[in-house]
């Protein structure tokens, strides 16, 4: 961990944050690193036409993949493992994206490679993540606890509704330091979670490492990535969802910001680099 004068002193430089990504793109930061060291998780439910194509472009980007099959009805799994990542398959019926990756991270202490995976990476399996965007994401880890993705540069290329729930929840969750709260694309340093787990079923997983983030000490990154809605459908049920959005919020009670480090947003760095 980094001491609090060096912290602060990244803080202060990202108040500008051009001359940081300047620092990245000149080669001041291992852009390779030890990949060995994160795994990706992806959870999946019935993403067979997008699924290889999201695997194979984590693999070409050098990281293990692990992909968690929730009880999908179409060939997700098979292609999944075809393109190079292991497969956790869940029996049906439907758990959820929450539960699923619960599940997953459950696991991981008691599985080989797992045991070195000192990172985390999250991404959904529909396509609208770029794989591509993994190294950007790399680059910056020894410069934060939890990078996430934002979305909200490119704002005008969402689906107005979801535009607008994602900027009321993010308001909620603005304690957390994260700018777009219920963007699925993060790495985190798995020493920083510890031993947290998510606790819900549906899509409260990024609010809930929200109010994780919240109310624990640690250094958050925003990174620009491009809001990409290829494929129209959605499995999010909005009463539903809006209702264990508040289940979250109660749970938690929304706990007051301890004394934390935010590191900022690298909004300065290409989207496509």
Known sequence: MFATSSIESIRSGL?????????????STDSSGVKSTALILIPARNEAATIGQVVRGC????????????????????????????????????????????HAMARLPGTGLAESAEWLFFLDGDGQHDP???????????????????????????????????RVMSTLLRRSGILDSQCGFRLVRRAWLGSWLPAGHHFQFESEM?????????????????????????????????????????????PRALPAWRVGQASSLPANS
């Open 15 to 27: 108040s500008n944050v051009s001359d940081f990504a300047h620092g990245l793109s000149d080669g």
């Open 59 to 102: 693999r070409r980007a050098g990281f293990s993949v692990t992909v968690i099959d929730d009880a999908s009805s179409d060939a997700t799994a098979l292609l999944a493992a075809q393109a190079g990542a292991e497969v956790l398959t869940l029996p049906g019926p439907h758990h959820g994206k929450t539960a699923a990756l619960h």
């Open 132 to 166: 591509t965007d993994l190294e950007r994401f790399w680059w910056m880890r020894d410069h934060a606890d939890l990078i996430v993705g934002n979305r909200f540069p490119d704002a005008a290329r969402m689906p107005p509704l979801r535009r607008w729930t994602n």
């Open 210 to 254: 929200a109010l994780f983030a919240a109310a624990r000490p640690g250094r958050v990154l925003n990174l620009s990535i491009p809001a990409t809605y290829a494929r129209e459908e959605s499995k999010i049920v909005p009463w539903r969802d809006a209702l264990n959005f508040a289940r979250c919020l109660i749970r938690h009670r929304l």
